[in-house]
C-alpha cells in the first residue's frame, strides 16, 4: 500500500489542509493499492497565490533562461520514465511495452516545445504595429486519467514556454504517476510558485481553478460535459480556455484501400489505450460492396488481440480505469446488443481467466447504423462500431454526422482520393493511410470536441496575449 499525502506549492511539499483520503485500486487485480490525501479549495488558493506571487519575475524572464528549464526538465522527467511507466502500468493497467514508450514521450515533449519556443517570434510587425505576444497570466491545468503525465508535461512545458505560472489539478485517479512527476519537476529546480500541483476533486480543487479571479486561462483535458462547465465556470472571469474534449473519430476505408493492412490497423486505433483515448477511431466506415470483407479482418485482427496483465511483453490490451468505467463499458456493449446491432466479436463479461481486474472482452459490432447509440456516443472501451456506405459522398456524410470532430481516419490506395476525403472531413486532425506521429502539428477539436489548439506554434499562441504598440517610434512634433 502506498500514501500520497502531500501537495506541491510554492516549490515544496506540504500537507494539504483538505483532509480526504480518496482509495488508489489497481484495475488489473480489483485491489486497493494505496490512498492519496486530497486537497480542497483552501490548497487550491495557496497554490493561485503562489503562482500569482512568481508570475511577475517568470514572465520577465529570456527565451534562454525559460529554455534552460525546460532542458532540466527534459532531463529529470527522463530520469524517471521507467519509475512513471511502472506507475502508469500499475495505477492505470496501460500495457509495458507501449507505457515505456509514452514516459519517454513525455520527457521528449519538454525538448520539442523548447524548439517550438526558440523558433517562435514574440514580437512581430502588424501594418504599423509592433506586436508583443506576452504571457496570459496564471494558468489553470486541469487533466483526465487516461494520459495522465503526458498531458500535464505538454501543458506544462507550453505554459514555461510561454512564461506562464501554472496550478495543476490532475485527475484524482492518476496520484501515483503524478506524483513522479512532481518530483522530476522538483529535482529541475524551478524557481519557486512557477509549477504548483494540488491533487483534488474536480467539483472542488478544478472548480476554484475556474472561478478564481487570478487565474488567467484554464487549459482543460476530459470530457466534454465537465468541459462545458468549465467554459460556464469561467466566463464570469473572462477567461481564456483551452479545451480538449472527447471525441467519436470516424475511420473511412475507401473501397481502392489495401484492407488486409488498413482494416487491422482501424481495429489498433480504436483499441489504443486499452481503448480509452478520445482520439480512438471507433466508428469504422467501410463500403458496401465490401462489408464482408472487412468484418472477417475485423473479427481476426481483433480475436488476435492479447488481453491480460498489462506487465506481460505480449499483451497489448490492459484493463479499463475503474470499476465504474468497466461498468459503463458493459453498459453500452449492452446497449449495442439491444439496438439490433451485430455482435462479431467479444461481448458482455470479461475474458477467460481474467475475472479479478476490468477487463473488457475486444469487441466489435457490425451492421451498426448512424442512430445507433454506440455509432453516436463516445464508449471509452475497446469497442469497435462497423458501418457501411454506398458512395463515397455517403461515408463523408457518415463520418461528419456527429457532434464530436476531434480526429478522423482515411485509407485508400489514391493519395489524391484520401486528400481529397480528407479535405472534407470535419476533425482536428486527419490521419491518411495509419496513425501518424507529430507533436509539433495542432492538435484539438473542431464542434464540441473543444476549443483551441495544443502543441506546436498554435498550442504556444494559445497562452500567449499580444499587445499592439501603436507610434512605437513616433515623435511629438
Ligand atoms: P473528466 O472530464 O471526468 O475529468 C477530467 C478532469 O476534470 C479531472 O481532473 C476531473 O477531476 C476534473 N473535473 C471534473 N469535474 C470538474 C468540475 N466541475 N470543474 C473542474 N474540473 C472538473 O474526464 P475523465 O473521465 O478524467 O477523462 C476521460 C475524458 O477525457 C473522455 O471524454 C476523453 O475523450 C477526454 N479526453 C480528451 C482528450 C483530448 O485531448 N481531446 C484527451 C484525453 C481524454
Not at 483526465?144 to 508535461?153: D, L, Q
Not at 492518476?174 to 483534488?200: D, K, M, T
Not at 464508449?379 to 461515408?395: C, H, K, N, R, W
Amino acid at each position: 500500500m502506498y500514501s500520497i499525502d502531500q501537495v506541491y506549492i510554492n516549490g515544496q511539499f506540504v500537507t494539504p489542509h483538505g483532509e480526504e483520503l480518496f482509495d488508489l485500486v489497481n484495475p488489473t487485480t480489483g485491489q486497493l493499492a494505496g490512498q492519496v490525501r486530497l486537497g480542497d479549495a483552501e490548497d487550491a488558493r495557496r497554490a493561485i497565490a503562489a503562482a500569482k506571487a512568481a508570475f511577475p519575475a517568470f514572465s520577465r524572464t529570456s527565451k534562454a533562461e525559460r529554455g534552460a528549464m525546460l532542458e532540466r526538465l527534459h532531463a529529470a522527467v527522463l530520469a524517471r520514465a521507467d519509475d512513471a511507466a511502472a506507475a502508469l502500468v500499475e495505477e492505470y493497467g496501460g500495457p509495458l511495452n507501449t507505457s515505456v514508450a509514452r514516459s519517454r514521450y513525455t520527457a521528449r515533449m519538454f525538448l520539442d516545445v523548447k524548439q517550438v519556443m526558440e523558433d517562435h517570434a514574440f514580437e512581430k510587425t502588424v501594418n504599423t504595429a509592433t506586436v508583443k505576444l506576452e504571457p496570459v497570466g496564471v494558468v489553470g491545468i486541469i487533466t483526465p486519467w487516461n494520459s495522465s503525465a503526458w498531458f500535464i508535461a505538454n501543458k506544462v512545458a507550453t505554459a514555461i514556454a510561454a512564461g506562464c505560472t501554472v496550478v495543476v489539478k490532475p485527475s484524482e485517479l492518476s496520484a501515483r504517476q503524478n506524483q513522479i512527476l512532481i518530483e522530476s519537476f522538483h529535482a529541475a529546480g524551478l524557481p519557486p510558485g512557477v509549477v504548483n500541483i494540488v491533487n483534488g476533486r474536480g467539483d472542488v480543487v478544478g472548480a476554484e481553478l475556474s472561478t478564481h479571479p487570478d487565474i488567467t486561462k484554464i487549459s482543460f483535458t476530459g470530457s466534454t460535459p465537465v468541459g462545458k462547465q468549465i467554459a460556464r465556470l469561467g466566463v464570469d472571469t473572462m477567461k481564456r480556455v483551452t479545451l480538449e474534449l472527447g471525441g467519436k473519430s470516424a475511420n473511412v476505408i475507401l473501397d481502392d484501400a489495401d484492407f488486409a493492412r488498413a482494416i487491422p490497423t482501424a481495429v489498433a486505433a480504436c483499441y489504443m489505450n486499452n481503448g480509452q483515448a478520445c482520439i480512438a477511431g471507433a466508428r469504422l466506415l467501410v463500403p458496401a460492396h465490401r462489408l464482408e470483407e472487412a468484418k472477417a479482418l475485423a473479427k481476426a485482427a481483433a480475436e488476435a488481440v492479447v488481453v491480460g496483465d498489462p506487465r506481460e511483453a505480449a499483451v497489448s490490451l490492459g484493463p479499463i480505469v475503474t470499476q465504474k468505467q468497466y461498468e459503463r463499458v458493459q453498459r453500452y456493449i449492452a446497449i449495442g446488443i439491444e439496438e439490433g446491432a451485430e455482435l462479431l466479436t467479444g461481448g458482455l463479461g470479461r475474458p477467460a481467466g481474467l475475472e479479478a481486474g476490468y477487463f473488457v472482452r475486444p469487441t466489435v459490432f457490425a451492421g451498426v447504423t448512424p442512430a445507433m447509440t454506440i455509432a453516436r456516443e463516445e464508449i471509452f472501451g475497446p469497442v469497435l462500431s462497423i458501418l457501411s456506405y454506398e458512395t463515397e459522398q455517403e461515408a463523408i456524410a457518415i463520418a461528419n454526422d456527429t457532434p464530436y470532430g476531434l480526429q478522423a481516419y482515411v485509407s485508400s490506395t489514391d493519395l489524391a482520393r484520401a486528400n481529397r476525403v480528407a479535405d472534407q472531413l470535419v476533425a482536428g486532425r486527419v490521419h491518411i493511410n495509419g496513425i501518424h506521429d507529430d507533436l509539433i502539428a495542432p492538435f484539438g477539436g473542431f464542434k464540441q470536441s473543444g476549443i483551441g489548439r495544443e502543441f506546436g506554434p498554435y498550442g504556444l499562441e494559445a497562452y500567449l496575449e499580444p499587445k499592439a504598440i501603436l507610434g512605437a517610434a513616433a515623435q511629438y512634433r
